[in-house]
C-alpha cells in the first residue's frame, strides 16, 4: 500500500510543479508584455518630440537664412553707397 499512496504524491508534486511553473511563466509573459507596451509608448512619444523639434530647428534655420540675406544685402547697399 505504501507505493500505491507514494505515486499519486509525485503526481500531486508534478501537478504542484507545473501550475507553478506556467504561474512562472504567465508572470513573464506579462512583464514582457509590459516592457513591450512601454517600449512602443516611448517610441511613439520620442518620435512626437523629435517631429516637434524639427519642426522649431526648421522655423529656426529659416530665421537665420533670412537674417545672414538682409545682413549680406545690407553689406551689398553699404558698399554701393560709399562708392
Do not use: H
Not at 504524491?9 to 501550475?19: C, L, M, N, T
Amino acid at each position: 500500500m505504501s507505493m500505491v499512496q507514494a505515486r499519486p504524491k509525485g503526481v500531486e508534486e508534478q501537478i504542484q510543479e507545473d501550475w507553478a511553473n506556467r504561474e512562472y511563466i504567465e508572470l513573464i509573459t506579462r512583464n514582457i508584455k509590459k516592457i513591450a507596451d512601454f517600449l512602443n509608448s516611448f517610441d511613439t512619444s520620442c518620435r512626437s518630440r523629435l517631429a516637434s523639434l524639427n519642426e522649431k530647428l526648421t522655423a529656426l534655420e529659416r530665421q537665420v537664412e533670412y537674417l545672414e540675406a538682409r545682413i549680406a544685402q545690407s553689406d551689398i547697399d553699404a558698399e554701393a553707397v560709399a562708392e
